[in-house]
């Protein structure tokens, strides 16, 4: 729970510009491969939930924050922005905030997408495309 904590601040005060240098030391250490295994198991029950078109940009994350190539910050990041997105937790409460509580977890995955959108490779949008369709099936496109 601290992870996750930590990573939505750097998220937070990254998207305002701050310094996140003195947090990024609290995760150097950080066993993503476990964090990515355990975000994995919550990313499928939600992406069930939400649809197709939600969990598509979320799976571009996660296999981008599974390249080996990918800087702590940019796996931060993600993380966080995944986290912030299946959980039902928000710094704007939806339940009291509607539009506005939405909105946070939107411009979360705008500022990281921004951030990391070269990272996301035709080989990540193959792997993407090919969960998307174990987990929900081909998708057919109705012509009339």
């Known amino acids: 729970m601290l992870l996750i904590g930590i990573s939505i601040m750097i998220l937070a005060y990254w998207v305002m510009g701050k310094d996140v240098s003195g947090l990024l030391e609290k995760v150097k250490n950080v066993d993503w491969r476990g964090k990515m295994n355990a975000l994995w198991e919550k990313l499928r029950p939600w992406a069930l939930k939400a649809g197709r078109v939600a969990a598509r940009p979320l799976l571009q994350f996660y296999y981008v924050m599974e390249d080996e190539n990918t800087s702590t910050l940019d796996r931060v990041l993600i993380y966080a922005a995944i986290v912030y997105t299946i959980l039902p937790l928000d710094l704007v409460p939806r339940a ?26 035709p080989a990540i949008n193959l792997k993407v495309e090919e969960t998307l369709m174990e987990w929900f099936g081909v998708e057919y496109e109705i012509v009339e």
């Open 96 to 121: 009291v905030y509607k539009l506005l509580g939405a909105l946070d977890d939107g411009v979360a995955m705008l500022y990281v997408y921004k951030k990391i959108k070269s990272k996301i490779t």
